[in-house]
């Protein structure tokens, strides 16, 4: 189908992008702006800005409890911004849209970001949350079943890579990944997968932005090679958890993550890819609020009670 009318009316209607570097202060800023006033945000029985003290150090972290209850399944939740944007708040209506969707307490990850952290110290603030959720389950009323892992874009790298990492050093409590729209292989060779030539101008997220918007990241210190940066590129993904993945029908990054799940279901894992027609990159942040795709919160629900 043809992209939904109103996310083509959005797109025509942006500036064009400044010329010249990538700036992350002024576009940090630019994006904050946009947040909407408390007043206007979903409400919850309660929103709580915590701290997690982990072997990596101090990491904030929100967390959402979605009604008032005994006990609750745990997400944890990475949010996106090709390793360089996206906060607790920038991303603070999806966590509050998982939360009451799926009946879980999401624990949303203030994590480090690039340049001025340099790889891998996110992607460790993400693993070390994870392990802090489940030492904590007694401070969280977790039920000690449910402890998914989401994230979306750059977020659905880290929730592959804090996966594979929790399954290398025996971690198994994770029950459940979700990656919405995931960047899963940061090498952006042009002719690796169909979708960067068929999806690469016109739709929001541009193949040819692929490069520099990760650079931030790359220059740190993140190898494209290094399956923990491209989790593709791991060579076993036997033994990883359920996973669900939603991928745009516009999207660059759309065959990536299709190929992924197939891969983990070659691996034994059940794995659901569901692609969402008439969107692009990012909808899931930017465009939720339309019927159609805030069934993504509905369909992450469904798979956390598949197993319960």
């Not at 982990?54 to 944890?76: C, F, K, N, S, W």
């Not at 790298?157 to 409590?173: I, K, L, Q, Y």
Request: aromatic fraction near 10%; hydrophobic fraction near 40%.
């Amino acid at each position: 189908m043809a992209m939904h009318p109103e996310i083509a009316k959005v797109l025509a209607s942006l500036p064009a992008p400044p010329e010249g570097p990538l700036d992350p202060v002024a576009m940090r800023a630019a994006e904050e702006v946009q947040v909407p006033p408390m007043r206007e945000r979903l409400p919850l029985h309660s929103v709580e800005d915590a701290t997690a003290q982990t072997p990596t150090g101090e990491i904030p972290v929100r967390i959402y409890t979605p009604v008032d209850a005994e006990a609750y399944g745990l997400l944890v939740y990475f949010h996106g911004g090709a390793f360089f944007l996206g906060s607790l708040d920038t991303h603070d209506h999806v966590a509050r849209s998982l939360a009451k969707e799926t009946g879980c307490k999401v624990v949303s990850v203030g994590y480090r970001r690039a340049p001025e952290a340099a790889f891998p110290a996110g992607l460790q603030d993400c693993h070390a949350v994870v392990r802090w959720a489940a030492e904590n389950g007694e401070r969280l009323a977790w039920d000690g079943a449910t402890l998914a892992i989401a994230g979306d874009s750059s977020g659905g790298t880290f929730v592959a890579a804090v996966a594979a990492m929790a399954h290398d050093e025996g971690f198994d409590r994770i029950t459940h990944q979700v990656l919405f729209y995931p960047s899963l292989d940061l090498d952006f060779d042009v002719d690796r997968y169909a979708s960067l030539r068929e999806n690469a101008a016109g739709y929001g997220l541009e193949t040819a932005g692929l490069k520099p918007f990760n650079a931030f990241y790359l220059e740190s210190g993140a190898d494209p090679a290094d399956p923990l940066v491209s989790p593709i590129k791991r060579a076993d993904l036997t033994g990883l958890p359920p996973a669900l993945i939603v991928t745009a029908e516009y999207d660059p990054l759309r065959d990536e993550g299709e190929r992924y799940g197939q891969r983990l279901k070659e691996a034994g894992v059940d794995a659901t890819v569901s692609r969402y027609a008439g969107a692009g990159h990012g909808f899931v942040q930017h465009f939720s609020w339309i019927p159609a795709y805030h069934r993504v919160f509905e369909e992450t629900a469904a798979l956390l009670r598949s197993d319960s």
